[in-house]
């Protein structure tokens, strides 16, 4: 009879999960796969937890079977034998060879304890399970001679999905992803059979990067179906979301029932339960329908307010407190006004004032030049071309600005040919917030996204599905909008009428005064969720030495503007 006991709740306070936790009872030892954490440890947990789930006192301190923290493990070679392929958990040798999977006997460790500080050496199995770029990742066993184990990676990425080089693009109809290779293992093994052969792969983590989904997209992409295998927790519903937004109406989720995964199902003899679950897998639909009090009272508790990150001009946050996510943001201007230059000083006020991550695209200028504006706000000095940067011997800082302002992975470049249609940018924006987990996009400008001869009835219909999606996925969609000589977005009005929050730029570019003909002029419109009120709302000075945007805190001075509708 089997010790472990599945689908208990998990003891960590931070995590609370109803059915993530799995305790042995035999080894007092348990792990969440919500939280992905071992137990015991020193975590803060309720206090029931060591009365339902008893730990051992002496000695070392046992936890789960796959937890790391425990050891350290220094200078470990792998073996230079041939390893062998070995059946384990119910899974054959066979399959095991199929996937490469080798088990070389009594490699030789070295680690330190990170309990008991002290070192220790010796000798375990080690499974090493090959990934399609010629690393592999490494499992070893008994590292505290009783039921430790180890995972670490030799030349290992995190942007492929193990078995993949095993299986052809397209392939077959249906491609299934577990979260585990020994799941993938176990799934191929009890799918496949008569000669048929059914693509299984699995994720390097519980946690994928962004760049895994880039790569394997098109893989991915090319099966009719992907069926996800994954747990029934937090963690799994928050990866079938996740791939759901990349591969619409393609995933396909299991319902494992009282089994935690496939391997389970394996070592269990329910291979036929298995594949029962595989078949009546159902089509992913977020959890998003509303009935009960609990529902809306969920909604209330969970759901923030405005997420915001301030603009750092006074008068403008006081209306409308900042750029806001989840709504559709349009800046407006007549042609020379300054408005790209208004989105990069936003841009940069993202970057270096909130934890926010962003895409942003200029369709009239190259990447290079959207970098370096960016470079020459950080430091405070014009070197938005590879010259002035020559001549004033800064490249040497330049390089290291740019490291700075990427080393966070925050700010994501793209780019949008007009030629492929709206529809591949509404794509584009799906897949860098499931993806990269973006939280707002910048773009410009919205007339030059779309061709043809009806550019009002597309941008009609861009504005409004881009209004809808910065709600539906919860990101903040920002965009500049030319104006005509009345004060109205060109082509179609519908692009204003469609935005949340409208703001309009003013600048008298015939001023006699320099440094008034520098200063650009900010207006809320007739758009704004917020409700705090419409009108002049602060003014930036543009410095040319620098070539930045600094908010400017002298007093507002309008310039008139044709639209009725604004009150100056």
Known sequence: MSSEVIHQKCPYKDCGSSDAF???????VGHCKSCDRGYPSKELMF????TEYPVKENGFTPKAIEEVDVFEVFDTPTSKSDGKYVATRGISSNTMEFYGVKLYDKVPWKAQNKQTKLYESGVSDEWQFPYPSGGYKIRRHGLDKEHFAHFSGMG???DELFGQNLFAVGSSKMVTVTEGEYDAMAAYQMLSGGGYTNPVVSLPSATPSGKLWEKCKSWLDSFEKIILSADNDKAGQALAERMSLMFPSKVFVMDHGQFKDANDFLINNKSRDFKNAWWAAKKFRPDDVLIDADDYLNLYDESPDF???PTGVEQLDEKILGI?????????APTGVGKTEVMRYLEYQCLTTSDYTFAYMHLEESKLRSVL?????????NLTLKKFIEEKGRDAEVRESIKGLTDSERMIQFSYKPEDGYETLLDKIKYLVAAYGVDYVFFEPIQDLVTGTDKEGQLADLSSRLGTMASDIGVGIVTIAHQNQTGETMYATMIGKKAAFEIVLNRDQEAEDLTERNRTYITVGRKNRVGLGNGPAGSFAFDLETYKLKPWTGPAKPVTNNREDIPF
Do not use: P, R
């Open 22 to 28: 799995c305790y042995n009872e035999e080894k007092m």
């Open 47 to 50: 206090d029931w937890a060591k």
């Open 156 to 158: 290992i990425k995190s």
């Open 307 to 309: 997420e915001y990150f």
């Open 324 to 332: 806001c996510k989840g709504y559709f943001t349009v800046i407006q």
């Open 373 to 381: 504006g960016l470079v020459s706000y950080q430091l405070d000095d």
